[in-house]
């Protein structure tokens, strides 16, 4: 426990919460771990697996190196189970000893088998331990799988397990045999999940379910093949869970958009989407104004004036807010239910068969991070890991029972196949193993307990907060006689109910209107001025102690002038952070009755308090008296420095309690005894000490220290103390506060104090009139410093102005030469620019005259490709002509043969027909002639003019073929 006045902070340590240095243990120890290094640590030190309490074994037999084969035989060692009411049976961890130092190795994975009667534990430098709980055995298997991330145990075989690493292998190990049977990489990313289907005896099917990261597979168990990689669309959703329904051939998929999607494994398609959230939300509009959801509150009304943060505020860095709002999911092991836990603390039953809600909880001051459902009773507990690493265990059918299975550092819980056995797994590296009967025992035990108490105490729910008014029915159930009992038999009181059994001790009012008055009295200047200094990093603890500060100066002035009053606040605040008025009123019975000769003297140390002290400690060792007088150590050395803070500077949180618990219950001289029993438990260590700093040093930190020893001691004293010295001759007995009335505190110089107020006005007159003169001063260095300036701003404007015509002289000249320069270019330029329009001119007239030829060239192409075509088609004309003259001919001669006797002959028979035919011949030549003649007229190229004569002359020559046929048809028939 620590003073808030120092340097040092009270989150540390301190009578809230116990230290502990686990997690930085744990880190430290991995990051001493060195793959080069791991065989070497392991052959020099010896390797023990156990736990920390007296039921745990310590195996420390050397265990053999690394070895793939089963030649090597494995030797099996014995272990025992725990028999302790809480249910834990086992505590596994993996410890190398040394001179030095004790590493720990911390433990990666754990499963169950399908018979529940094994445990397989794999550490993180892949050693794997098999626990038989049959036998009481334990072996480690010949061959190492380092990196390892998950265990499981195949349901094809009872001695096969199936391990899954950081680097996406999955392998399959025997451990009755030691074998590793087989090895396959699956993919590039730690896996995470691995689950299967129904269709384990097919060959051939993908009945199991991988996921790494993102990304998931659908791979053979018998081959650890793949057989389907499953893709998805990156840009619209990215992939959180994924693994088979039980009992069943289908599988789920649930994406960072909070969406569940049902896959067919036949044919690899959706089959139903659901979405969850919005049909909570939805459920949760349509709730009507009488009904209400059910709640689960993990922190009771009993921690509600503990400074435990609210499990919602958990760091953003371990989940990201994008990934939707669902965080994790549990199946019955029936498989008809789907559990859900969100982000927003609600936890979700869905059917299986239709994905709609069945349940719903609002988990008030938690979220739950991993969860299991046990098969018995009925389905309804649920053990689980809040996101501030608790493993507790919940009813869902009776909400309000609850019970907290670890209080820290848990990041995995599994269960038995049969239900019987909880596995939770811890970050400081150790597996604990319980019997959830126990649990479930202890369950119930505890409902009952709240009940009666309930019952007894006629309210609904149990007064956690000490400072409600403890009726008759409460003060009768805890007896003073009773909780001495108690005490007597165990030493201290029970955690849930100290602070009741305090209030009970100590018959506190619960002056509530009071109170109030108080605080709205505000802060004294004195104490917002000494507030200042105070040193704590939490600032609800801060502002609570100054509120109790400032009520203790309110109803005694001498408080708010205390130096020490924030230590001996600070303890009892960190305990009832927000139960002001408990610590208020318990203060101020201890500063009724404890502490009430403390302030005599005030500012000094109390002399009467400490004479006491001192008498005391000289008769019951004379020595130690001796050596604080050669020392030149005082009593306020060596007791005022443990009063002050209520020995919370020298103890622990635990030891603290358990010491006020004694000092609450005993007479209000006690203490003076137990300040002498702390020097007297520890005279050997002090008059050790070499010089004056190092004693006076002592009394400021923690030493290691039997508390119920140290209290013992206390009594003892407290008997054999002799009546001329005893304190209970100068301190009357026990007064508590009255009902409805805070009772002046009188007994300290209340003289000094109004001198104190009167000098402190004064004081604040005196500095006031010494503010104002100096704002006087100032004011007039001020206008003396303006004036200053003012000139000083004139000279170097002054100054600056010839610096800047000089500089604009300079600047006009330099630029009057570079214009003189650029004139002489831009001449220079113009000639160049003439020359070239020159150029370019010319080259444009040769272009516009090419443009031009262009143009006529192509003019007289378009008419020689007209006169061309007007060619043809005359050609074509003239043999469609001569075409028609032959047909007709043909018809003439075949009429005339028709008409004319057959034995005339034919010069008379066709003398008609030739001579008109001779006729028609005449005609055609003559218009062949003119035709040729308008031909060659025409001023036609020299290119067309050649074909045209060989056609002409072809049609000449047919026509006097055609007469030379006739001609010789005519002699022949002449002939006849």
């Known amino acids: 426990m620590e003073n808030p006045t120092k340097n040092n902070s009270p989150h540390e340590e301190g009578p809230s919460q116990p230290t502990s240095n686990k997690d930085n243990g744990e880190e430290e120890e991995e990051q001493e771990y060195d793959e080069e290094e791991e065989w070497d640590l392991e052959t020099e030190m010896s390797t023990s697996l156990g736990g920390f309490s007296k039921y745990e074994e310590d195996f420390s037999e050397p265990l053999p190196r690394d070895v793939r084969t089963a030649d090597v035989p494995m030797h099996k060692y014995p272990f025992k189970l725990k028999h302790t009411e809480s249910g834990n049976i086992l505590t596994v961890h993996h410890t190398i000893k040394d001179v030095e130092r004790a590493l720990r190795i911390r433990i990666a994975a754990c499963c169950f088998n399908e018979m529940s009667n094994k445990l397989v534990v794999i550490d993180r430098r892949g050693n794997i331990y098999v626990f038989d709980f049959v036998c009481k055995r334990y072996w480690r298997l010949n061959f190492s799988l380092p990196q390892a991330t998950l265990v499981l145990a195949s349901p094809l075989q009872r001695s096969e397990y199936i391990v899954g690493n950081d680097l996406g292998h999955v392998l399959t190990v025997d451990v009755d045999k030691s074998i590793l049977r087989r090895r396959n990489a699956v993919g590039n990313a730690a896996i995470d999940e691995i689950s299967w289907g129904n269709r384990l005896k097919s060959s051939s099917a993908p009945n199991t379910v991988m996921r790494f990261g993102t990304s998931a597979v659908l791979l053979n168990l018998r081959t650890l093949q793949v057989s389907h990689q499953l893709e998805f669309d990156q840009s619209r959703f990215t992939l959180k869970f994924a693994g088979y329904l039980p009992s069943s051939d289908q599988f789920f998929t649930c994406f960072t958009n909070d969406s569940i999607h049902l896959w067919s494994t036949h044919t690899l398609e959706t089959v139903h989407i659901a979405q969850p959230i919005k049909a909570r939300d939805r459920k949760l509009r349509l709730l009507r104004s009488d009904k209400t959801i059910p709640e689960i509150v993990l922190r009771g009304a009993e921690d509600e004036d503990s400074d435990l943060e609210d499990d919602l505020a958990f760091n953003c860095e371990d989940q990201h807010f ?171 009181y029970p955690e849930k109910y100290r602070f009741i059994i305090w209030s009970t001790l100590l018959e506190l009012p619960s002056n509530g209107v009071q109170f109030q008055a108080l605080l709205k009295l505000g802060q004294p200047s004195i104490v917002k001025q000494r507030a200042r200094c105070l040193q704590i990093r939490s600032d609800a603890q801060r502002r609570a102690v100054i509120k109790i500060w400032s009520c203790l100066a309110r109803w005694c002035k001498v408080f708010g002038y205390t130096d020490f009053m924030p230590d001996l606040i600070f303890p009892f605040v960190k305990q009832m952070t927000k139960n002001g008025l408990v610590v208020f009123e318990l203060l101020v019975t201890l500063l009724l009755n404890h502490l009430q000769l403390c302030f005599e003297f005030h500012p000094l140390p109390a002399g009467n308090y400490l004479a006491m002290c001192e008498n005391v400690l000289q008769v019951h060792d004379e020595q130690l008296s001796k050596f604080y007088q050669a020392m030149d150590v005082k009593p306020k050395d060596y007791a005022w420095s443990l009063l002050t803070n209520g020995f919370a500077e020298v103890l622990e949180e635990q030891q603290w309690l358990v010491l006020w618990d004694n000092i609450i219950t005993e007479p209000p001289y006690f203490i003076i005894f137990v300040i002498v029993a702390y020097n007297l438990m520890q005279r050997e260590i002090i008059m050790r000490l070499p010089e004056k700093s190092a004693v006076l040093w002592f009394f400021h930190e923690q030493n290691p220290i039997d508390v119920a020893k140290w209290v013992l001691r206390a009594r003892k004293l407290m008997s054999k103390c002799p009546a001329q010295v005893h304190p209970k001759r100068f301190m009357p007995p026990f007064a508590p506060i009255p009902k409805g009335v805070y009772p002046k505190f009188l007994k300290y110089p209340t003289e000094w104090i109004e001198q104190q107020e009167e000098q402190t006005i004064e004081l604040i007159k005196q500095h006031q009139e010494i503010d104002a003169r100096m704002r006087n001063l100032e004011l007039e260095e001020l206008k003396m410093m303006d004036r200053l300036e003012k000139g000083l701003k004139q000279e170097e404007h002054t100054r600056r102005l010839k610096e800047m015509e000089k500089l604009y002289q300079d600047t006009i000249q330099r630029e009057e030469e570079r214009i003189a320069c650029h004139r002489k270019m831009l001449l220079t330029y113009q000639l160049e620019v003439r020359q070239r329009k020159s150029e370019v001119m010319s080259k444009l007239q040769e272009s516009e005259q090419r443009r031009k030829i262009l143009e006529m060239e192509k003019d007289i192409d378009e008419l020689m490709h007209s006169v061309e075509r007007e060619r043809r088609r005359q050609n074509q004309e003239m043999l469609f002509a001569e075409d028609e003259i032959r047909n007709q001919e043909m018809q003439l001669l075949e009429q005339h043969y028709c008409r004319n006797v057959p034995d005339a002959p034919l010069a008379q028979k066709y003398y008609d027909n030739i001579q008109k035919m001779r006729q028609e011949r005449d005609k055609l030549q003559q218009h062949l002639r003119q035709m040729n003649m308008e031909q060659l007229q025409q001023p036609l190229p020299s290119e067309t003019a050649a074909p045209l004569q060989p056609h002409l002359s072809e049609i000449e020559r047919s026509i006097l073929e055609i007469q030379r046929e006739f001609t010789d048809l005519v002699a022949s028939d002449r002939s006849k």
């Open 322 to 492: 994008a990934d939707g709002k669902l965080l994790t999911y549990s199946f019955s092991p029936n498989g008809n239910k789907l559990c859900l836990s969100t982000l927003d603390g609600y936890l979700l039953l869905l059917s299986t068969a239709s994905l709609e809600i069945d349940k719903l909880f609002k988990l008030r001051d938690f979220i739950l991070k991993q969860m299991v459902l046990l098969p018995q009773p009925k389905e309804r507990i649920l053990f689980a890991i809040t996101a501030r690493g608790m493993a507790i265990m919940l009813d869902l059918e009776h909400t309000d029972h609850k019970l907290i299975v670890q209080r820290s550092n848990a990041v995995n819980v599994s269960v038995s196949r049969d239900g019987k056995l909880l596995s939770v797994l811890s970050k400081c590296g150790e597996v604990n193993v319980w019997s959830t009967c126990r649990l479930f025992n202890a369950l119930q035990a505890q409902t009952h307990c709240i009940s009666e108490l309930r019952a007894a105490l006629k309210q609904p729910k149990l007064p956690g907060a000490v400072g409600t008014a403890m009726n008759r029915e409460l003060r009768q159930l805890l007896k003073r006689e009773r909780l001495v009992a108690m005490l007597g038999e165990y030493g201290y």
